[in-house]
């Protein structure tokens, strides 16, 4: 259960690190919502509620080739469920492929590499092709929906 849900926690979370790319003030906006969605999960991070905190209400989640879409009620379970069994991240990289932002719909494409530490000393790596959609709500970018290809390296 432990290791489907760091898998599953791996690929909505999120730290830039996106070198050589002139980001617009809106584009930076969205890198610093990833960001801070990645640190709500570390060591001394906020946790779920602060992760929740960056969901838009309508938020959906898929992985790519399986037959679930989880809700956000359903994915805020999963990661308070992760969190609270003793799992953090422990890095966080984004070649952000593409931003492109349309009124107040943003699309991403990125690779997102995460390495988590568990509660007992284990680690995993995650290398995934992701695809997210924001929506801009009171000034704010919220993530309305992830897709995910994860490969798990380690």
Known sequence: MKIALSTLFFLISYASQASGQDFSSEEQAIVAQMSALSASMQENGSGGGGYA???APEYTRWTTGSETISDRETWLQGIHDWFNGGWRVADSKNNILEITVRGEFAFVRRI???????????????????VEIWTKKNDKWLLLQASITPKQLK
């Open 112 to 130: 997102a590499t995460e390495t988590y530490a568990g509660p007992n000393g284990e680690d995993q790596i995650f290398r995934s092709g992701v």
């Open 53 to 55: 905190l960056i969901l």
